[in-house]
C-alpha cells in the first residue's frame, strides 16, 4: 500500500503514488472529470478524478462529494505548475478514493458570512484558508518568544491561576468559589514571577490570564494569553532592550517562516521588514505635548476632540493610534502619571507623581501591546501603597516578604499575544488571533 504523507510535503514525492487523508476544501468539474481541492491541516492539494480512470463506483463518489467530506486518496503525484494548492504546483491523479464520511450541509460556504455567524461557527470557521494562515502565525509567534528567552537565560516558571489577591486593578476580577473562599482568576503572573526572579534571576511565565473588563473593543478579550518576563537587576532602560530583542526577533520569524501565510492574508510585509532596533523612545511628558501640539494642526474638529489629552490622563486608543503614527515602528512610552498605573510601580525619584513604567505601542493603530514597569522593591512604601489601595495586607504578606529578604532592584514586563498577533497579521479585530474568543458577548462555542 502507498506511503501515507501530508500534503505539504508532496512535492518530494513526485512520480511517486502516495495515500492523503483530509477533507474537500473544494469540488468543481464536469462530467468525466473532478477536481476536488483536498486540505489536510498540513496544506492543501488539488486532487483530479478521471473517470477513465478510476473505478466506476469510486469516481461516483468522487463526483458527489460535498465540501468538508473527509476521505483517503491514492495516487500519483505530478508537478503542474498552474495546480492551485497549499502551496500549489503539484497534483495528485487520483487512483482510488475512500469515502470516511459524506458531510452533510457544511453551514460555511465559499459566499460571504456575517461575523456573528463566522463565530457561532467558530470549530468549522477554524478550517478555513485565512484562520488557518493566522493560527500558524499565532503559533509562530509564541513559539518564536519562548525561543528567544530561553536563549537569552530566562527560565520558565509557570505562576498559578487561582489566586487569592489581585494583580492589577480590582475592577477587573473575576471571582470565583474555592470551596466556599473568594478566590480570583488571574489577571497576570507577575506578583508570582516577582518571587520567581528572586529564585531564578531571569524568568517568564506563560499562560492565560483574565480580565472581567466591560470592554467591547476591538483590542480586548476577557480572557488572553499573556508572556511575562521578569528580571533581578535590571532597571527600565534595560527592560526597554530586551523588549525591543523580544519584539523585533519574533517579527524576524514570521517573516522567514510565513511568507506564504503572510500572502493569504494580505498582510503589507513591507510594514513588517520595517521592525528592526532601535524603536523610539519618548516620555509620557513628551507624547502628552506631541498629542497636544498634532491637536492643534488637526482641522476637522471630530479628529480634533478624539486625541484631546490633559497631562494626567491615561491614553485611550485614539491617542496611542496617533502617537504610533509619528513613528514606522514599535514606540516605548515611558514615565506615565503613577495615579492611571499599578499599586507596584516605582515612583521616579524626585518626581513621584509619574512612575518608572513603559508601554510598548504597536504601528498602525494596534496600540499598547506590552505594558510593564520597575517594581517597588522598598518594603514600607509597597505596604503603604497597598493599604492606601484596600487591597488587604494579609494576601500580599507573601509578596512583602520579597522585600524583606534580599529586596532588589527588578523589573518585568507582559506582552499580550493576541494584540501582538492582530498586529503582525494586520487584523481589525483580536477574535480571530485566538481559537476560542472570550469575550463581553460570547463564550460559545
Ligand atoms: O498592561 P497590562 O495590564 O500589564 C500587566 O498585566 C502586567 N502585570 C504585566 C507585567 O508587567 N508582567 O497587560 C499587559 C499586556 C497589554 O499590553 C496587552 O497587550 C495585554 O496584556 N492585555 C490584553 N489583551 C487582550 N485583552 C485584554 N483585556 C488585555 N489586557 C491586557
Ligand atoms: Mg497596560
Known amino acids: 500500500m502507498a506511503k501515507i504523507v501530508k500534503i505539504k510535503d508532496i512535492a518530494d514525492y513526485a512520480g511517486q503514488v502516495v495515500r492523503v487523508r483530509g477533507w474537500v476544501y473544494s469540488r468543481t468539474g464536469k ?38 467530506s473527509s476521505v483517503i486518496i491514492t495516487g500519483a503525484v505530478r508537478a503542474d505548475e498552474r495546480a492551485p494548492g497549499i502551496p500549489g504546483g503539484y497534483e495528485i491523479g487520483i487512483q482510488s478514493l475512500e469515502l470516511v464520511q459524506q458531510a452533510l450541509e457544511y453551514p460555511i460556504s465559499p459566499k460571504e458570512h456575517g461575523t456573528e455567524f463566522l463565530m457561532n461557527n467558530r470549530h468549522l470557521w477554524l478550517r478555513s484558508n485565512r484562520q488557518w494562515a493566522i493560527l500558524r502565525i499565532r503559533a509562530t509567534i509564541i513559539k518564536a518568544m519562548r525561543d528567544w528567552l530561553d536563549s537569552e537565560g530566562f527560565l520558565l516558571v509557570d505562576t498559578p491561576i487561582f489566586t487569592p489577591a489581585a ?87 514570521v517573516l522567514d517562516k510565513h511568507q506564504q501565510e503572510l500572502k493569504m492574508i494580505e498582510r503589507d510585509v513591507q510594514k513588517l521588514e520595517a521592525i528592526q532596533a532601535p524603536f523610539a523612545r519618548i516620555s509620557y511628558d513628551d507624547a502628552v505635548a506631541r498629542l497636544q501640539g498634532l491637536r492643534q494642526q488637526a482641522d476637522d474638529l471630530p479628529a480634533r476632540e478624539e486625541i484631546a489629552i490633559e497631562w ?134
Open 31 to 68: 462530467g468525466r472529470l473532478q477536481f476536488i481541492l483536498l486540505r489536510d491541516g498540513s496544506g492543501q492539494a488539488q486532487c483530479v478524478a478521471f473517470k477513465r480512470e478510476m473505478d466506476p463506483a469510486e469516481f461516483e463518489t468522487a463526483r458527489a462529494l460535498t465540501q468538508e
Open 167 to 253: 494583580g492589577e486593578e480590582t475592577t477587573t476580577l473575576f471571582e470565583v468559589d474555592y470551596f466556599g473562599e473568594a478566590a480570583f482568576l488571574a489577571q497576570t503572573g507577575q506578583l508570582y514571577n516577582e518571587a520567581n526572579s528572586m529564585a531564578f534571576g531571569k524568568v517568564y511565565c506563560f499562560g492565560p490570564t483574565f480580565r472581567a473588563e466591560k470592554s467591547k473593543t476591538r483590542r480586548h478579550l476577557i480572557e488572553f494569553w499573556m508572556l511575562e518576563p521578569e528580571i533581578a537587576f535590571c532597571s527600565l532602560e534595560e527592560l526597554m532592550d530586551i523588549e525591543e530583542g523580544l519584539v523585533t526577533y519574533v517579527v524576524g520569524q
Open 312 to 445: 494626567g490622563e491615561d491614553f485611550g486608543s485614539p491617542q496611542e493610534t496617533a502617537l504610533a503614527e509619528m513613528f514606522d515602528r514599535p514606540v516605548f512610552v515611558y514615565h506615565y502619571p503613577t495615579a492611571v498605573k499599578a499599586f507596584y510601580m516605582t515612583p521616579v525619584a524626585g518626581r513621584p507623581e509619574v512612575c518608572r513604567s513603559v508601554d510598548l505601542l504597536a504601528p498602525e493603530g494596534y496600540g499598547e501591546i506590552i505594558g510593564g514597569s520597575e517594581r517597588i522593591h522598598d518594603h514600607d512604601l509597597l505596604a503603604k501603597n497597598i493599604d492606601e489601595m484596600g487591597l488587604g495586607r494579609e494576601a500580599y504578606e507573601w509578596y512583602l516578604d520579597l522585600r524583606k529578604y534580599g529586596t532588589v532592584p527588578h523589573a518585568g514586563f507582559g506582552i499580550g499575544i493576541e494584540r501582538t498577533v492582530a498586529w503582525i497579521c494586520g487584523l481589525n479585530h483580536v477574535r480571530e488571533t485566538i481559537p476560542y474568543a472570550r469575550l463581553l458577548n460570547r463564550k460559545y462555542p
